[in-house]
């Protein structure tokens, strides 16, 4: 047997801001190119394995399904106290529809590319499943992370660029880490924004996982943050993730913006 951590939470917004979210809503979702391709994924092999119709295989194929039908926007956080522990985060702009069909697509995912381990991550662009045999809830992955950026350059003033950059992507961070952030809601430890270069924009998005706490989520950001001149100098377009924290940047609209 299994006690669990649900993190759930339904919000209520006024008539008039649902309306004007929803337009918003219909603007941005036909200029944004919607796909939720496959990242990365990790097979933690010093783990361990399990074998078919073990405890550990059906505990965790249960674990999925009590995640599945908990899912509520992008506010889903789960661990057990027994292995396997599973932290699920949706990114922030995220519907229960969307988050749900991720979680799908990540477990057939994972379970197919590291088939009998106990321990495995992947990532998605809508979100990443991490399944355990240790209990990490609030804590700070430092081992577990990469980054993906565009092969392309930003033409032009790299400097200027890097600056304006720096600026935008230490603003979220601290909108993603800001102590009026209401645990639960859909824009808990998560920030998305936008900055003028030159006729170019450029477009951020930052999240932390829901069961860090606010002062862990601007650690792991400052962390992050700390690989942008590696990862990312120069790139048109560039994210570091790890389990616990992650950062993208590009010139086109990826995400919905949050306006309110
Ligand atoms: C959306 O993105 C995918 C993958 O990057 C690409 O293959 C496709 O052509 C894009 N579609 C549009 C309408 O931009
Ligand atoms: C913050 O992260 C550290 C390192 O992962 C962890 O040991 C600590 O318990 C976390 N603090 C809180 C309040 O969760």
């Not at 565009?150 to 033409?155: A, L, M, T």
Request: charged share 20%; with cysteine; hydrophobic share 30%.
């Amino acid at each position: 047997m299994y006690s669990s951590f649900v993190s759930k939470h339904l919000f209520s917004i006024p008539i008039l801001a649902v309306v004007a979210m929803q337009l918003s809503f219909v603007e941005s979702v036909l200029s944004l190119n919607q796909t939720n391709e496959y990242l990365h994924h990790i097979c933690l092999n010093r783990q361990g394995t399990y074998k078919s119709g073990s405890k550990y295989e059906r505990d965790l194929n249960n674990l999925i399904q009590i995640i599945s039908i908990s899912v509520l926007g992008n506010v889903v956080v789960f661990s057990g106290d027994y292995a396997p522990y599973i932290k699920l985060q949706c990114r922030g702009d995220s519907s229960t529809s969307t988050c749900r069909s991720c979680l799908d697509t990540a477990f057939s995912g994972i379970s197919r590319r590291c088939p009998k381990n106990r321990g495995k991550i992947i990532w998605y662009d809508n979100c990443v499943l991490t399944i355990l045999t240790s209990r990490t809830y609030g804590e700070i992955d430092y081992q577990n992370n990469f980054y993906i950026s565009n092969s392309k350059d930003v033409s032009g003033d790299t400097k200027s660029f890097n600056e304006k950059r720096r600026a935008l992507l230490y603003t979220l961070k601290d909108k993603a880490s800001s102590k009026e952030n209401v645990p639960n809601t859909k824009n808990y430890l998560y920030a998305t924004g936008e900055e003028s270069f030159g006729k170019m924009k450029l477009y951020g998005m930052m999240q932390c996982t829901q069961d860090l706490s606010i002062k862990n989520c601007s650690v792991c950001l400052n962390w992050i943050l700390a690989k942008l001149p590696k990862c990312c100098n120069g790139k048109q377009g560039c994210r570091f993730l790890s389990t616990s924290c992650n950062f993208r940047y590009e010139l086109y609209p990826f995400v919905k913006l949050t306006t309110i």
